[in-house]
């Protein structure tokens, strides 16, 4: 670690992952996330930093810092290891399910002692991280770790907490939809509207020589 200054936050260059389909695996499975009250989340003399990881290894790779913290007795170094996820319902081929979602693959999240420069027990704790398998590196400024504003960190957090679980779709406003059930059924139509919080879509169905707004759940569409 060295003395360079805090030229950028540590959520610069770490983009949130747009939806895409995926399954939950087994390893997501096995590594279920911590619940985390407000005063371990934001106790004193504890920082929040993300860490790089390979794709696809981010539960790996939680636990085996998670191991290794234990291994070496370091539990008032190192306190939490989170993998940033969230609830989503996901709408495909008639059926309607509820998956996790990564909200920043290739990182993982790691609160522990503030690392200072030159203080042993930083370097210990950014030793211990650095070399877990499957770690690639801290998000950093030249080679000393950035640590997450709180107001990054309660944004992260929050979107893991939220209770009604965001709502995916395979269409969108302006794209041509197939009817495939209710009395519309087999009737083709543009998306002219998606209300995630109903779970409804309004399609623009030509009947008669002129368009018709209808209103349809989510499950009576598919995308052509």
Excluded: C
């Excluded at 696809?56 to 939490?80: L, P, S, W």
């Amino acid at each position: 670690m060295s003395n360079e200054p805090n030229a950028y936050t540590a959520l610069e260059g770490v983009k949130p992952e747009p939806p895409k389909r995926r399954r939950r695996t087994k390893d997501e499975d096995f590594a279920e996330q911590e619940q985390l009250t407000d005063e371990e989340i934001n106790a004193p003399g504890r920082k929040w930093y993300f860490v790089h990881t390979y794709s696809g290894h981010e539960n790996k790779v939680r636990h085996a810092i998670k191991t290794t913290v234990e291994q070496m007795d370091a539990k008032d170094k190192v306190f939490h290891v989170v993998v940033p996820t969230e609830d989503e319902i996901e709408i495909r081929d008639g059926q309607r399910r509820t998956v996790k979602r990564k909200l920043y693959p290739g990182y993982v999240l790691v609160q522990t002692i503030e690392l200072k420069e030159g203080d042993p027990d930083s370097d210990e704790a950014w030793h211990m991280i650095r070399n877990t398998s499957g770690v690639t590196g801290f998000v950093s400024s030249g080679t000393r770790p950035v640590p997450l504003s709180q107001e990054e960190v309660a944004h992260i957090l929050r979107a893991m907490r939220m209770e009604q679980p965001r709502v995916r779709v395979g269409f969108q406003p302006g794209q041509n939809v197939r009817i495939v059930d209710g009395p519309f059924e087999d009737f083709v139509g543009t998306v002219d509207e998606i209300n995630t919080e109903k779970g409804k879509v309004r399609v623009l169905v030509n009947m008669f020589g002129r368009e018709t707004p209808v209103e349809l759940d989510f499950l009576q569409v598919e995308r052509l």
